[in-house]
């Protein structure tokens, strides 16, 4: 069986209602990066922090996967499908897709900040100052934040190394260490990327270029791989 890995980022779940970051009206256009996403915005003034993620999972708790979603869980009839997301939110999951890999953490839980081990659920949005884990300390979004470490990387290049086709959607591709991943995919391989604003990619080959949203773009390559 082939393998299909596929690459996400935040224009998968824009037609979810779920704002991008670089978009006009994006994320990062509302909000300065180093107020809200980095370990010094949640030494001085966690609860900002907290805000920042409780009212993004708000959204995501009251998003639906959309027909993107959707149509790549329709591709495990016939493949083994890796999806490595930068994405926080679990829209993929919430589709039915079996293997779901975040580089960037994931939005609905949060974790001790005495022990990184030590990761929960959060029951419905919000995570509150003074909500604290079994060892006493305030807990944290478990998200990746600019400035720290990836640990998910390591092995999401070994499972790019191992596609015999890859699927970008919906990213930018400007977040380093995600965005070189497209560069561990054998060179001979299948690529494609779906984003409304996709252009090639310098000195990758094999990749087609497709100007769709999700929602569209996606469905229409899944009936391009199950028709084979
Ligand atoms: N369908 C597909 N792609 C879309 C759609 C859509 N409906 N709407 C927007 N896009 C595309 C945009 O054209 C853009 O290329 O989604 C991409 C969004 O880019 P960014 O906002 O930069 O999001 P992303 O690439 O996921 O950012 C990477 O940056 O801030 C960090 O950790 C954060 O994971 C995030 C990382």
Redesign the pocket.
Known sequence: MKTIVVLT????S??SGIR????HN???HNYR?EDV?TPEAWERNPELVLDFYNERRKQVVEANPNA?HKALVQLEKRYRVKIIT???DDLHERAGSSQVYH??GEIRKSRSTKDPGLIFPIEGWELKWGDRCPLGSQLRPHI?W?GEAVPAFEGATQIVKEADVLII???????YP?ASLLYYADASIPKYY?????TPVNDVRNLKVIQ????E?VPLLMEELLGE
């Open positions: 980022g935040a224009g998968m824009a037609e991008t970051f670089r978009d994006g994320l990062w990066v996403a993107g930068q994405n926080v580089l960037h990746v600019f959607i919906g990213t930018s591709l400007s977040v995600a779906i984003d409304p604003q996709a769709k949203k999700a929602g773009g």
